[in-house]
């Protein structure tokens, strides 16, 4: 397994289209929900992604305080492969790169509730109601150092 963390000034075209391919199959077509996945946050967000053979089990990006949300952010959380632990791996590779490159004492999540569990087996904490977000529920959820 490999760990890839780049800059979007860093990602080459072919980095970016898969990862672009990878969320647009994941949230789009395995969720069936159709939203604006281009937000403009990747230019000013890290990029990791984990492959295993070449091929993406997992993908998260780390957006700074004040452009996804205010704070510090991790989101477009994927894994390619369920039950294999990638999910966690890139979570704590997102949480380090949060602290690594924008010195997060906080980190936020939009979390699809039915994940809670998942992000707390990582530190996060729910911090808000449920709320419907591209029609599917979800709940911000927090990191503290």
């Not at 391919?21 to 929900?33: G, K, L």
């Not at 403009?40 to 993908?59: C, E, R």
């Not at 989101?75 to 790169?97: F, P």
Request: with cysteine.
């Amino acid at each position: 397994m490999t760990l890839h963390k780049k800059s979007f000034q860093e990602l080459t075209t072919d980095e970016l289209y898969e990862l672009l391919r990878v969320r647009s199959e994941v949230f789009v077509v395995e969720q069936n929900c159709v939203y604006q996945d281009l937000d403009g946050d990747d230019q000013q967000s890290i990029h990791l992604w984990l492959t295993v053979n070449d091929k993406v089990v997992a993908l998260a990006r780390v957006c700074p305080a004040g452009t996804h949300m205010e704070q510090v952010s991790i989101g477009r959380v994927i894994t390619t492969e369920r039950g294999k632990g990638y999910g966690k791996q890139i979570m704590l590779h997102a949480i380090d790169a949060a602290v690594e490159h924008f010195g997060a004492t906080l980190i936020d999540i939009e979390a699809q509730e039915y994940a809670k569990g998942f992000y707390e087996s990582v530190g996060f904490k729910q911090s808000s109601d449920t709320f419907m977000l591209d029609g599917i529920p979800h709940i911000k959820m927090t990191w503290i150092r």
